[in-house]
């Protein structure tokens, strides 16, 4: 009982944007310690120490960026999902803060990975690109991003324009399993996942474990970046309080 | 509310929403002229040679009756939207998710199903195999049914904003992505000899899951347009 209490109180002052600062400021040199050792330890044991690929050589380190980049992208989504659900049910201001930050980064992160992916392409496949399922999926989801973005803009008034967004990002987030499957479901050029959580990865350990290092970088990266994009957006949003005055202020 | 009611506004929505279209035929014609000049000007476009266009006769019909449809779904709202109709859906004891359904059959039936019923044409013009022709018209059939829930969601959610008709494509493009491949593979399938049940069935699956959750979606957005 006590544990609901304190998880309601928590979800509860979630609802203010002042203090979201106030705890996410406290929060962000650690996270930003984490994320930057994590990728600076990732890319160089991953670029210098891992062991050349058998067949691709060194071209196929790009797949300490092109991963991490992809599966972030697709986890960003959910989170942006996520926080569309809870604004269009709870009307928290925070979850449409959230929301809306994701969306830039979703479509770096998505970009990354299909920009990466095609270097990677060009030696091993012979071309920049394939109209695989995977990629395609990704191009879409780039896409969906972007449509979310445009909607939001369009709108002059605030409140419609968060609410819009919202449910377009959710009608969205039935894209995301297909693009997580597609690979089982159409299989052609583009390689099945190698890390699996429930058999043995087919992944040499002497690269899984820069990869998950990176993965983990990349992951502390995005939740240091959504603070970051969080925090200006509620400092624009509440430009007129008294609490922002006061910083701008000081 | 009993069933009956429901039923009743349901069907009296969809009557209404044919008789408006009745009303201003060529409205309703835009969409298949449109369709049939497109599609008539991939030949002039990638050369006459039949095969070829046999060839790539599935993916341009599917790509244009696809733009079709995307064409047509901006109107949905439209005139309901500046009227003040769809406020007085919103109030009214029936439920939006009804009414919306309503509204959007009606709009296929205007839309879609007439572009299922003209494909064959295409198909003759375009030199795909006889064997293909039932399998358009089907996948078609299903697709297009898909795609107006699809659309519908978008014209909701755009029906507001003066310049929403490149916006709607923007939204709605990459969604319609799943029924584009799959009306071309059953097309594909049925062309080189394969069964092409089971694909026209997952159509049938995106149906289902259109037809039960977009109204949803369309409700959300209708009452979100129509605040703004």
Not at chain 1, 26 to 39: D, G, I, M, Y
Not at chain 1, 146 to 152: D, I, K, P
Not at chain 2, 123 to 140: E, N, R, T, W
Request: proline letters at 5%; one cysteine or more; charged letters at 10%.
């Amino acid at each position: 009982m006590g544990f609901f209490v304190l998880m309601w109180a928590f979800f509860h002052k979630l609802g203010s944007p002042r203090w979201f600062y106030e705890i996410s400021g406290k929060w962000l040199p650690w996270l930003s310690l984490l994320a930057l050792s994590c990728l600076i330890l990732g890319a160089v044991w991953g670029l210098a120490f891992a062991p050349p690929d058998f067949k691709q050589g060194n071209s196929y380190r790009i797949i300490f960026i092109h991963v991490p980049a992809a599966a972030v992208s697709m986890a960003c989504y959910m989170v942006m999902a996520f926080a569309a659900a809870i604004h269009l049910i709870w009307k928290m201001k925070l979850a449409d803060v959230v929301m809306r930050s994701c969306a830039p980064i979703g479509a770096a992160l998505t970009l990354i990975a299909l920009f990466t992916g095609s270097i990677w392409g060009k030696p091993t496949w012979g071309t920049w690109w394939v109209w695989d399922a995977r990629i395609t999926s990704v191009l879409i989801l780039f896409f969906l991003y972007l449509g979310v973005l445009a909607l939001y803009e369009a709108f002059e008034n605030a409140e419609s324009a968060s609410k819009a967004s919202a449910v377009l990002s959710l009608v969205g987030c039935v894209n995301v399993p297909i693009i997580y499957w597609s690979v089982e479901w159409w299989y052609s050029l583009h390689q099945p996942a190698t890390i699996k959580l429930t058999e043995e990865s087919t992944i040499h350990p002497d690269m899984l474990y820069p990869l998950l290092v990176m993965l983990c970088g990349f992951y502390a990266f995005f939740v240091v970046a959504l603070l970051l994009f969080s925090r200006s957006e509620i400092l624009y949003r509440e430009r007129k309080t008294k609490w922002v005055k006061a910083l701008a202020a000081a | 509310m009993n069933n009956l009611s429901v039923w009743a506004g349901f069907s009296a929505t969809l009557r209404r929403d044919l008789l408006l279209a009745y009303r201003r035929r060529s409205d309703f014609a835009n969409p298949l002229i449109f369709f049939l000049i497109v599609c008539s000007l991939f030949p002039l476009g990638i050369g006459p040679s039949p095969q070829r266009l046999a060839e790539m006769a599935p993916g341009i019909v599917w790509v244009v009756a696809l733009l079709a449809c995307l064409l047509a779904s901006d109107t949905l709202f439209r005139s309901d939207f500046d009227d003040g109709s769809l406020e007085q859906m919103i109030l009214s004891p029936v439920s939006l998710y009804l009414q919306v359904l309503a509204k959007t059959t009606a709009h296929w039936m205007l839309t879609g199903l007439p572009l299922a019923l003209m494909s064959p044409l295409l198909a003759l013009l375009l030199q795909l195999p006889s064997q293909g022709v039932i399998a358009l018209m089907l996948s078609l059939l299903i697709g297009s049914a898909v795609l107006s829930l699809i659309g519908a969601i978008g014209a909701a959610l755009t029906v507001s904003l003066r310049k929403g008709g490149v916006l709607l494509s923007l939204i709605i493009l990459p969604l319609y992505v799943p029924v584009l491949i799959f009306g071309v593979a059953v097309v594909e399938a049925a062309v080189g000899g394969f069964a092409y049940s089971g694909l026209l069935a997952v159509l049938g699956a995106m149906l289902a899951l259109a037809l039960s959750l977009s109204p949803l979606a369309i409700a959300a957005s209708v009452k979100i347009s129509v605040d703004n």
